[in-house]
Nanobody, 121 residues
Framework: QVQLVESGGGLVQAGGSLRLSCAAS????????MGWYRQAPGKQRELVAN???????NYADSVKGRFSISRDNAKNTVDLQMNSLKPEDTAVYYC???????????????WGQGTRVTVSS
């Protein structure tokens, strides 16, 4: 089994910053892509940013220039630094990871439990 545990959500005023962290643990051989998704009330879950093991990153247009994703491959962690937050960034943020549990095994997708981010205007 693999667990993803998030931390760092909370309430912040518009223009402020938050940092989300996620740690993967359990039966892990290799963690491939790690990322963050979010789901606002009444909306579908959407990709915020992801990063592959080699370091290539991908961002949603709505967060480019404001958010930064990073990872520590040795610790199987991924962080999301969120700056210049806007009320429309309010959502539950979910950590996501594709994990292989053995050499040659197909990676499976795992999700964290979610952490709430609220940006007040």
């Amino acid at each position: 089994q693999v667990q993803l545990v998030e931390s760092g959500g909370g309430l912040v005023q518009a223009g402020g910053s938050l940092r989300l962290s996620c740690a993967a643990s359990g039966s892990i051989f290799m963690v491939n892509t790690m990322g963050w998704y979010r789901q606002a009330p009444g909306k579908q879950r959407e990709l915020v940013a992801n990063i592959i093991s080699g370091g290539t990153t991908n961002y949603a247009d709505s967060v480019k220039g404001r958010f930064s994703i990073s990872r520590d491959n040795a610790k199987n962690t991924v962080d999301l630094q969120m700056n210049s937050l806007k009320p429309e960034d309010t959502a539950v943020y979910y950590c996501n990871a594709w994990v292989s549990q053995g050499r040659g095994l197909v990676p499976y997708e795992y999700w964290g439990q979610g952490t709430r981010v609220t940006v007040s205007s």
